[in-house]
């Protein structure tokens, strides 16, 4: 998790003073004191129908949709072909958990429920 904190505090401190920014929710899986985040997204743009809760069938922490600019956006973390296949859970086989995301984010995407 510490590579996922670093970059997370690198991209949020050299962010613009001026920018607007939505984050997925901090429940993301594993132990977190409510600062690291998975997904950011950051506008020069108010932001607008946003929710910080993961949709139904994703993993929480991973999903957080909004609008800026007028634009619909999506910001993902896709769980790794390994995910809780030899660390973590241990009890998902080779890409069970990246297909699965994906599965869900295509219904997600195609019915138009982003937020």
Same mark, same amino acid.
């Not at 132990?31 to 108010?46: A, C, D, F, M, Y």
């Given at each position: 998790?510490?590579?996922? !904190?670093?970059?997370?505090?690198?991209?949020?401190?050299?962010?613009? =003073?001026?920018?607007?920014? $939505?984050?997925a929710d901090s429940d993301c899986g594993y132990?977190?004191?409510?600062? =690291?985040? =998975?997904? $950011?997204?950051?506008?020069?743009?108010?932001w607008s129908e946003y929710d910080e809760k993961s949709a139904a069938g994703l993993p929480s922490?991973?999903?957080?949709?909004?609008?800026?600019?007028?634009?619909?956006? $999506?910001g993902v973390c896709i769980p790794w072909r390994e995910a809780d296949v030899k660390k973590g859970r241990k009890d998902r086989k080779l890409?069970?958990?990246?297909? !699965?995301?994906?599965?869900?984010l295509r219904g997600i995407i195609e019915i138009g429920r982003c937020t």
């Open positions: 998790m510490a590579p996922v !904190a670093d970059q997370y505090w690198v991209i949020r401190s050299n962010l613009p =003073k001026e920018v607007f920014m $939505i984050e132990s977190n004191t409510g600062e =690291k985040r =998975k997904v $950011i997204l950051w506008s020069k743009h108010p922490g991973s999903y957080v949709p909004g609008v800026s600019g007028g634009i619909r956006f $999506i890409r069970e958990d990246h297909l !699965a995301y994906c599965r869900e």
